[in-house]
């Protein structure tokens, strides 16, 4: 038994937007527009990691400076305290 183009299984059939075969296209022609959408939006967040990770980095540096300032002038400030009290005691009134 030949088959040829005009049995059943071969025959031209005029194009149906609702077939299955139609709607399985537009699906996967949908996921690859979202593949490409999603790569892009991975490569900005990738970007946008770095940028906040050297912000974050330099906040804690800057913390760290003023803390380190703060915590210099209050010594100094208690010290100086501390010696003009004594030499007030040393000096008397």
């Known amino acids: 038994m030949a088959f040829d183009e005009t049995d059943p ?3 031209h059939r005029r194009y149906d937007p609702r077939s299955l075969d139609s709607m399985i296209s537009k699906v996967i022609s949908h ?12 490569a900005g967040v990738a970007k946008t990691n770095g940028r906040v990770t050297v912000l974050e980095f330099w906040r804690a540096k800057v913390t760290a400076k003023t803390v380190a300032y703060a915590s210099a002038v209050s010594t100094v400030i208690g010290l ?6 004594h030499w007030a ?3 008397g009134p």
């Open 89 to 91: 005691k040393i000096v």
């Open 9 to 11: 299984p071969f025959e």
């Open 31 to 42: 996921l690859e527009q979202q593949d490409a959408t999603l790569q892009r939006i991975e």
């Open 80 to 85: 100086a305290g501390w010696v003009f009290d």
